[in-house]
Structure formats: structure tokens, C-alpha cells
């Protein structure tokens, strides 16, 4: 495997970079240089300077609207834009929904809906998990009923993160009781202005509103927006896991978070230098950094993998864990090296550009990361199951 970029590659990469220099707004870099994540106009703003350069949906192919690029040019597009300070885009529409509209889609479907994902102008969200259907989401119970033609659509889903700035969600939904749990679900596309959608907000451990519960009660959905045919939602749902795959490790973000937290070390006095000075924190940042090398290193042969047109199974779930994980010690860290700085009331002492003081929210947030996405449990069942063959 060749570790070096082409020459072609570090052209692209000279662009991009240039590209984000010019066009991040300064309210985005702040919030990233404070560990924030953007409001919703913020974060709709920014997807949408993103559509009009054509470069919010890079891993759609050309055909589909996509710039068209290889694994590697996405893999740098993604180290630039983190380096920039700009945040991940919404996954919701440009990695999931998109891609199934794509492959599964009817004529009228992707004409309906992917111009809006392309832009930006059209934001989605995700009912899959029910209550008592997370990681066993087969069993998932919000019903969807044939009346003439339409779909009439109850029950409850959760953790719906952005449903409130969503004008549509992608659903899991049984359409038949009488057959194996898996063969009666199916994919439904939900305009979210229907009649009979409630949503009430669920405020997180970092003290925002990311997350919701959808109540359906007796929504009525035209049949067209069945994607697919009846049943075959689960077929759908292995498909979305299965999609875009390089960048699920976080190693950008990670990059970025570890030069900060030094940022923060060398901008803090400490005696007559700055708390950079002593060796127990220097060796803390080193160790993560070793981590993040290795979990880069496994990253590329990711990339390789899916250049060379390799379907990724266990891989995936391997840089989910340990991508997660390390950003949970990454944050941990700032956390413990800020000591008394890192509680939130704490403007004791004066700081550089980055505050010690915001890195509680960031750490609270991302107890999550090892949960979302499919536990890192289940992860682990995953690999047990393809590499390990139990
Ligand atoms: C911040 C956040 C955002 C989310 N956003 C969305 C979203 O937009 N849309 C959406 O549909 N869902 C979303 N989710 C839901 C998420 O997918 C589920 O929380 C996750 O799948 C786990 O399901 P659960 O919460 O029901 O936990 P459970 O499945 O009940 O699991 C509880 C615990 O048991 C463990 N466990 C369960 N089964 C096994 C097993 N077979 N082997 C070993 N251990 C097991 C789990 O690992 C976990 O530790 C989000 C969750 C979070 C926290």
C-alpha cells in the first residue's frame, strides 16, 4: 500500500484547502475552535454553500449528482474541511437517505427528492429506534396500515436527532405482523408537516436539543413514498449501514480536537510557562496521538479497500469502536488536564483562543459516541461474528 498522496492528490488537497480558507464562515470556526456544534441556521447555512459548490454530496457518484471522486479524494476533503473547522454535514440525507433514493428509488422519488438533498435545501431525519427497538430493531412495532392509497402510519420512534429541523424522515415501519420480524418492514419516506406527527424534545447530558421522540398518530402517507416494494425495509436498512463507510472512524475530527486540547495547554500559564511545560500532560497528548496514528494507519486500508471496489463489513464496526472510543479519551483528557478550568463557572484565569472552560459540553455529548450508530457492544458482535465466525 503507497502512504504517499499523488501529485494529483496534493493539488486537489492545495484546492480544497484553499477552497474552505475562503468560504468557512468565522462563526463556524469559533464554534469549532470552543468544541460547539452549530445552531440549526448555522448548520443548514453552511450545507448549502457546500450544495452550491457541488460538494455536499461527495460520495455520490457523478451519475447521481455526486462530484464523483475517489475514496482518497474524500478522505482529504474530509481532513481539510475538520482542519478547517468546519462541521461534519448532517448524515441524515447526503449518507443515508440519499444513497438508498439512489439505488432503490423510483423514477418519481429521485426526482422528488434529490435535487433537495444535492443543495441542501431539504433536511431529513431518521425513525428507526423505537423504545423497545434499539439494538434489536427488528422488532420495531410503529405499524403502517394500506387504506386505499395511503399508508396510515402509528406508533412512537426515539432518539430522533434533528427531527425538529427535518422537513422529512426515512422510516422503519412493519407492514406485516404475520411473517418473520425482519421480511415484514418496510422504508417509508415521511413528509414531516403530515397531520398527526408530534414531536417532543429530549435535551441531552451536554444541555442541548439534538434528540426527540416522533409520535405518528394515524398519518396518513401516499404509497408512493414506499421505496421499494413492501417488505423489503430491512434489506434497505443493511444496505444505508454498508454505505460510505471512510470516514466512520472520525480521524479528522480526532486530528483537529488533539491539536486544540495542545492549543489549550500551551495558551494556559502555568508557574512562569504554561501547563505545555509539564511532562505528564505532553505525555498524555503523546499517547493519544499514538492511538490516533494507528487508528489512521487501519483508516487507509479502509480507503484502499473501498478504492479497490471492496464491500466493507467488520472493518467498519473495528474503526467504529476504536474511533469512538478515542474520541471519548480525547475529550476525557481535556477534561483532566484543564482540571478546576474545565468546570463550566470557572473564567478564573485569562486563556488564549481556546478555553478549557468549554470542553464539558463536547465531553458530555460525546458519552454517546460508543452508543449511536449501533453500539459498540454490537460492534463487537459484528466482528465476532464475520472475522471471529462465533
Ligand atoms: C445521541 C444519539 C443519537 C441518536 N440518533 C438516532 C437517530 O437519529 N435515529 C434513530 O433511529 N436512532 C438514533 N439513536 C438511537 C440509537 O441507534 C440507539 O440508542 C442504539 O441503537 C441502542 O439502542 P437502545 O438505546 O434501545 O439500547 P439497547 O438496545 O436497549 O441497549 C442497551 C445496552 O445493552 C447492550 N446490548 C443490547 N443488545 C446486546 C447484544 N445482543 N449483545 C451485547 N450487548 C447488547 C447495548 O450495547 C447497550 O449497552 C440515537 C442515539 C443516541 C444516543
Redesign the pocket.
Known sequence: MNLEFTTEELAFQNEVRQWFAENVPASLRSRADNGQMPNRDEQHGWEQVLGRKGWLVVGWSAQHGGPGWTATQRYIFDLERARAGAPPVSP?GVSMVGPVICAFGSAEQKQQHLPGIISGNVHW?????E???????ASLKTAAVLDGDHYVVNGQ???????HWADWCFCLVRTDSSVKQQQGISFLLINMNTPGIEIRPIH?IDGHH??NEVYFTDVRVPVENLVGSEGMGWTIAKFLLTHERTTIAGVADSKREIERLKQMLKDTKQGNGSRWDDPFARRRVAELEIDLAALEYTNFRTVAATEEGMGLGAESSGLKIKGTELQQAITQAMVELGGHLSLTWDNSEPVGSFAFNRTRERYN?LR?AT????????Q??VIAKMLLGL
Open positions: 441524515f431525519c431518521q425513525g428507526y429506534s423504545p423497545n427497538a434499539g439494538s434489536d430493531l420512534k426515539i432518539w430522533t436527532t434533528q427531527a441531552s439534538h434528540l455529548f454517546a452508543i449511536y450508530g449501533g453500539t459498540n457492544e454490537i463487537k458482535n
